[in-house]
């Protein structure tokens, strides 16, 4: 099982590389490839910050009751983000027109990490006002 700090380690390190990628497109990037291309990494940027802060609100949540779609909904957000900004980095790098048919694998693993999230959410226990955590206790007196 990964360590929550772990997934927000890896939601800061993508955050940080993010920035750096939008300020080398931003500054490296544009007039050297065209427009399109220019489009598709900024794209790559923008996907990958959003799931750097998924990461970060992965890495922030209790473990329990629901752990196992914590753990998933970051190792899908961990490939999806390889697999999607990563696909489309390069395709804006090289022009490899093939690299766009790996993208929406990475789409999916990301719609898949929002779901787990989801449902892991959804499906948490309300917090109990008297002991301020997600178990019960007997009722009655």
């Not at 779901?115 to 206790?137: E, F, H, N, V, Y």
Request: charged share 10%.
């Amino acid at each position: 099982m990964i360590e929550r700090r772990t997934f927000a380690a890896i939601g800061a390190g993508l955050a940080f590389i993010g920035v750096a990628g939008g300020a080398f497109g931003a500054h490296f990037l544009e007039g050297r490839v065209s427009g399109e291309l220019l489009d598709v990494f900024e794209t790559a940027v923008e996907y990958q910050m959003y799931h750097a802060f998924g990461l970060l609100l992965v890495g922030g949540l209790s473990p329990q009751p629901h752990a196992a779609l914590n753990q998933w909904a970051g190792k899908l957000f961990v490939v999806g983000t390889i697999v999607f900004s990563g696909s489309l980095y390069l395709l804006a790098l090289t022009g490899a027109r093939w690299l766009g048919a790996i993208t929406p694998i990475g789409g999916v693993c990301l719609l898949a990490g929002w779901g787990a999230l989801c449902w892991s959410l959804i499906s948490r226990p309300k917090m109990d006002a008297q002991t301020g955590d997600g178990t019960s206790r007997p009722q009655g007196g």
